[in-house]
């Protein structure tokens, strides 16, 4: 997959405040706070960056933590992951595998099929509701 690369600049001109302190500073938005944790549209979850498909609401589910949980992205090769130790935890981040913009995180507690929780920031995504 071919990376999108910009500026610190380009990226602030770009993105909201909030959205350029979660994408691109590894922020997190407050629980229950983000527009899109209760959405239950059908639709496509994008990258708020580069709009790259990351989730599906087929994949979506109710974790109770107050950000849009899934259990699968739309297509592994879409995010990466790498392993954070910020604020003296071991996690799993996980960004956007085409212009590294932080989305959140994984964890292993979540739902079958895949008993994977990714824990997302709305900041990071936009909903590209289905048609029809």
């Known amino acids: 997959m ?19 302190k979660v994408t691109r500073e590894h ?3 407050r629980a229950f706070s983000g527009e899109l944790w209760d959405n ?4 496509t979850y994008v990258c708020v ?10 994949h979506k589910f109710e974790s109770g933590t107050g950000w849009p949980s ?18 003296f935890m071991r996690r799993t981040e996980v960004h956007c595998a085409r ?10 507690d979540g739902p079958k099929p895949t008993g994977m929780r990714y824990c997302i920031n709305s900041a990071s ?6 048609s029809g």
């Open 2 to 20: 071919e990376k999108i690369e910009k500026t610190d600049a380009e990226w602030r001109a770009q993105l909201t405040p909030e959205q350029y």
């Open 27 to 29: 922020g997190t938005e």
């Open 40 to 43: 239950h549209e059908k639709g």
């Open 49 to 58: 960056a580069c709009g790259l498909p990351a989730y599906s609401s087929e």
């Open 70 to 87: 899934f259990w699968q992205p739309v297509d592994a090769v879409n995010v990466e992951t790498k392993e954070d130790r910020s604020w």
């Open 99 to 108: 212009c590294d913009a932080h989305q959140g995180h994984v964890f292993p």
């Open 125 to 130: 995504l936009s909903f590209k509701k289905e």
